[in-house]
């Protein structure tokens, strides 16, 4: 039998707010704890890229059998950028979304589409 993705895919896009820097700044540490949400979510890490920039913040960008998430970390606002696309289905990517927001303890999270405000609040 051929496989057939879900009909309904899911997107989670937000920003992260009240971020301790140290946490934003420890670039292994968020990349670990990003690769250890997916599996346990069940995702498959196909490749995976990232960068740290001069004079701080750090991306990442992991493309997945089911799609892909990207990182963007913005410490000078002590923000953070995630966005998780699945073909799996509706609410797919939940748990690795409230994983992460476990570890990076976010005083406010902001869904808001279109324009970016990382400098917010």
């Known amino acids: ?23 934003l700044k420890d670039t292994k540490k968020l990349e670990e704890k990003l690769l250890e949400a997916l599996r346990t979510d069940r995702f498959d890490v196909l490749e995976k890229m990232s960068h740290i920039f001069t004079p701080q913040g750090f991306t990442i960008a992991i493309l997945l059998a089911e799609s892909h998430v990207a990182v963007h970390t913005y410490p000078e606002y002590n923000s ?29 999270v902001d869904f808001s589409e279109n324009k970016i405000f990382v400098g917010r609040k």
Do not use: V
């Open 80 to 108: 953070l950028y995630f966005n998780l696309y699945s073909c799996r289905g509706e609410k797919d990517g939940e748990k690795t979304y409230e994983l992460l927001k476990e570890y990076l303890k976010p005083k406010s």
């Open 1 to 23: 039998m051929d496989y057939k993705s879900s009909d309904t895919g899911n997107e989670i896009s937000c920003i992260m707010y009240g971020i301790s820097d140290k946490l």
